[in-house]
């Protein structure tokens, strides 16, 4: 099977295809040689020597530890051999600038990290006579410690806490919990007395076990009830629409009890002041209420006009609750994407370190040390790198999204299921690498084109915030939103389109034109499934979150080390939800994929003999019931010769 290019057929049959064409090789190509791109980033990080102060570390003038070193110009202590002195020594660890989350004090490299507590400077002036390790700065000998008048600022702060060397990175790390308490807090930034400050991290450190075990407690829960949820999503819809209506029953009520109420206010309102002001409040309601009373009016309609659509959303689910006992294999697929993610999350920030010891060392003026600074092309490196953990973070997440496509739209289109192929999610997988991976690259480079302006915005509002008037506060806010509603409905046209490309084998452009056609055909039925889909799935989440959450606090009750434990609690509270939403999500791409299948089955087939319907017997029973009710004729023209045939003996055509 040879790989065709950007080659379509002219007239598609919208099943699976046994021959495939290769889709936008030139984005697949554009992406590997942007991939090139990131990794010459990090050979230039490890060849310019970033790489090894990052991990051997370096001092306070330039110098990396545990090797030779160069003069730097207008550095005194400069260009010395360290390759004794291996690790990286702090002589305030607690010297932190909480702003800009940097060590103010003085760094040195020595050979050995202080094995015991020094309290004195005597006990300094042993140390670095029995281990040949100087705790003070190079110029100051060891003999100097006690009677040097620059002591206070050139050795460290008394008393000196027992250290532990860290085996990769070189550092001595105090071992006194002080200290560690104290650079949490410069990361975490909380508002409160120390005491009550030390007592909430105690908490989370004292807890961590726990905290572990409560996500995979959710990880559990999330399992479970993606095979559960297609039995309560009917009752779930139905308390969705009920809570909408009472909530816009209430609201209009309480609109016009408080148009009534300062209405009647008006008559006791003296100041001309005062009742201009309060006038204007009056018809500010009257105004809401009005709207409030025609939106209470319209919804019910709509409600009544999309019931049947509800009912296609709960089919939708119980089908999707049976594609994943025939495909068990989907629900594990969110854990293998995660663990991608992490695997280049972990390259990304240690390049993204690398950068951070890259560039020319540059002479701090206010406290003599020499830091590392970007300037020139290492600025724009980071630009290309910061566009690199966007662009391929959303590629590996399309890639998720396109193999759930092949796999669900190969069990849809399967007639006789109890014979479909044993590996369909391998199956898809194979497809993805040997034919898509160019149209994924392009998709996923859509939204990237969004997200990066949708930062930078984001960004610019967070500097600016409290500096800028009213008028362009809320410029920025709408451009925000603008952005985001535009990511999400990308986000939303693109998992449509891998699935038309899992079963045309078209391009990406192609695929998305032609799935956005079908879905404005269902304009009604998209907007029931985005409503009343979501909600189901969001009740879900919160199921998930409320079961652990119990679960938490009947275990943290029971934890005496400290008293106070709501912020673990909240802690796995967020990280359940995090659980169930990336579990679920895989939920909600297979419901997405299984309407846009039910949507084509239903235009190119009429159940006829040689148009029968591929659909689920769930599905096929509310396409009977909703031409019993609405009397709707059957499709019988099909002259666009793009019907839908059986396949051959039950099989997938995978």
């Known amino acids: 099977m040879e790989c065709c290019g950007s080659a379509e057929k002219p007239e598609r049959e919208w099943r699976p295809l046994e021959e495939r064409c290769c889709t936008d090789i030139l984005w697949l190509i554009i992406f590997l040689l942007f991939c090139f791109g990131m990794m010459f980033i990090c050979g230039f990080a490890i060849a310019s020597g970033a790489a090894s102060r990052l991990v051997s570390g370096y001092d306070s003038f330039g110098n990396t530890c545990g090797q030779r070193n160069s003069p730097i110009a207008g550095i005194p202590l400069s260009g010395r051999d360290q390759t004794q002195y291996k690790y990286v020594f702090v002589?305030?660890?607690?010297?932190?600038?909480?702003?800009?989350?940097?060590?103010?004090?003085?760094?040195?490299?020595?050979?050995?990290?202080?094995?015991?507590?020094?309290?004195?400077?005597?006990?300094?002036?042993?140390?670095?006579?029995?281990?040949?390790?100087?705790?003070?700065s190079y110029d100051l000998l060891p003999d100097q410690y006690t009677t040097s008048p620059e002591k206070a600022t050139k050795c460290p702060k008394l008393p000196v806490p027992k250290s532990s060397s860290l085996p990769i990175f070189h550092r001595c790390a105090p071992i006194h919990i002080a200290c560690h308490l104290k650079f949490s807090e410069a990361l975490i930034t909380f508002i409160g007395h120390d005491s009550t400050q030390h007592g909430l991290l105690a908490g989370v450190m004292t807890s961590k076990e726990i905290i572990v075990g409560l996500c995979l407690l959710a990880l559990v829960l999330s399992f479970i009830l993606?095979?559960?949820?297609?039995?309560?999503?009917?009752?779930?819809?139905?308390?969705?629409?009920?809570?909408?209506?009472?909530?816009?029953?209430?609201?209009?009520?309480?609109?016009?009890?408080?148009?009534?109420?300062?209405?009647?206010?008006?008559?006791?309102?003296?100041?001309?002041?005062?009742?201009?002001?309060?006038?204007?409040?009056?018809?500010?309601?009257?105004?809401?209420?009005?709207?409030?009373?025609v939106f209470t009016v319209v919804l019910p309609l709509l409600v009544f006009i999309m019931r049947k659509r509800v009912a296609l959303t709960i089919a939708l689910f119980h089908v999707a609750g049976k594609v994943f006992i025939r495909l068990p294999l989907l629900a594990i697929q969110p854990v293998w994407t995660f663990l991608a993610l992490m695997c280049f999350w972990v390259y990304w920030?240690?390049?993204?370190?690398?950068?951070?010891?890259?560039?020319?060392?540059?002479?701090?003026?206010?406290?003599?040390?020499?830091?590392?600074?970007?300037?020139?092309?290492?600025?724009?490196?980071?630009?290309y790198h910061f566009v690199g953990v966007i662009w391929i973070s959303r590629f590996i997440l399309a890639c998720q999204q396109m193999t759930v496509a092949g796999a669900v739209v190969t069990y849809y289109f399967t007639r006789d299921k109890s014979k479909m192929h044993g590996t369909p999610i391998l199956t898809s997988v194979f497809r993805l690498v040997r034919y898509h991976l160019g149209t994924v690259a392009k998709g996923s480079f859509t939204i990237t084109q969004v997200k990066i302006p949708h930062l930078i915005a984001m960004y610019i509002h967070n500097r600016l915030k409290g500096k800028e008037n009213a008028v362009a506060r809320c410029l920025q806010k709408i451009c925000i939103f603008c952005l985001w509603c535009l990511e999400k409905c990308l986000s939303y046209v693109n998992q449509n389109a891998y699935t038309a490309t899992a079963i045309n084998s078209t391009s990406y452009?192609?695929?998305?034109?032609?799935?956005?056609?079908?879905?404005?055909?269902?304009?009604?039925?998209?907007?029931?499934?985005?409503?009343?889909g979501e909600f189901i799935l969001f009740m879900g989440k919160i199921l998930v979150v409320s079961c652990t959450a119990f679960v938490g606090v009947l275990t943290l009750n029971y934890q005496r080390e400290y008293t106070v434990w709501v912020v673990p609690l909240i802690i796995v509270c967020g990280l359940a939800f995090l659980v169930a939403d990336c579990i679920l999500s895989i939920f909600e791409n297979v419901v997405d994929v299984l309407f846009l299948c039910f949507a084509i089955d239903t235009k190119h087939n009429d159940g006829s003999p040689g148009r029968e319907f591929y659909m689920d017997k769930a599905l096929m029973e509310f396409v009977k019931s909703s031409r019993k009710a609405q009397a709707v004729p059957s499709r019988s023209d099909g002259t666009d010769g793009r019907e839908m045939r059986p396949m051959a003996g039950g099989q997938s055509s995978a």
């Open 91 to 136: 002589l305030e660890p607690c010297n932190i600038d909480t702003e800009y989350r940097k060590i103010k004090s003085m760094v040195l490299c020595v050979s050995k990290c202080p094995d015991v507590p020094l309290v004195s400077y005597g006990s300094l002036q042993n140390f670095a006579l029995q281990n040949g390790s100087l705790l003070c």
């Open 226 to 293: 993606m095979f559960v949820i297609r039995y309560i999503s009917a009752v779930l819809a139905w308390i969705f629409t009920g809570v909408v209506i009472l909530g816009s029953l209430g609201g209009t009520g309480g609109l016009w009890w408080l148009y009534a109420d300062h209405r009647k206010a008006l008559s006791t309102t003296m100041a001309s002041n005062e009742l201009q002001v309060a006038q204007d409040n009056v018809h500010a309601l009257l105004i809401y209420a009005i709207i409030a009373t």
């Open 509 to 532: 452009s192609t695929s998305a034109r032609d799935a956005l056609l079908i879905l404005v055909d269902n304009a009604l039925r998209v907007a029931a499934i985005s409503t009343v």
């Open 349 to 383: 920030v240690m390049v993204l370190l690398f950068l951070g010891t890259a560039g020319n060392p540059v002479k701090n003026n206010q406290t003599g040390f020499v830091e590392f600074h970007m300037s020139g092309p290492l600025m724009i490196t980071t630009f």
